[in-house]
């Protein structure tokens, strides 16, 4: 509960970010979003995927060495 806004902040900006369509690290967004974790990132990519957030698909490509890159597709 005490982390709640800030974490719907995060949430609100990665999307804002993602709509686009296109490929991000987690290391751009982290950068994007400003003050956010690639940790934090990633989670909110998985609260993206749940019924409560949009059942959203977060598509991933392997990209070289452990990177990989993410799209947001939003559903209907």
Known sequence: DRDR?????VMLRVYNLMI??????????????GSASEASISARLR??????????????KYV???LWKYRLVLKG
């Open 5 to 9: 806004e800030r974490l719907k902040g």
């Open 64 to 66: 070289e060495r452990g």
């Open 47 to 60: 609260d993206l995927r749940k019924e409560r957030f949009g059942s959203h698909t977060v598509e991933r």
């Open 20 to 33: 686009d369509g296109e490929w991000w690290t987690l290391s751009q967004l982290a950068q994007m979003a």
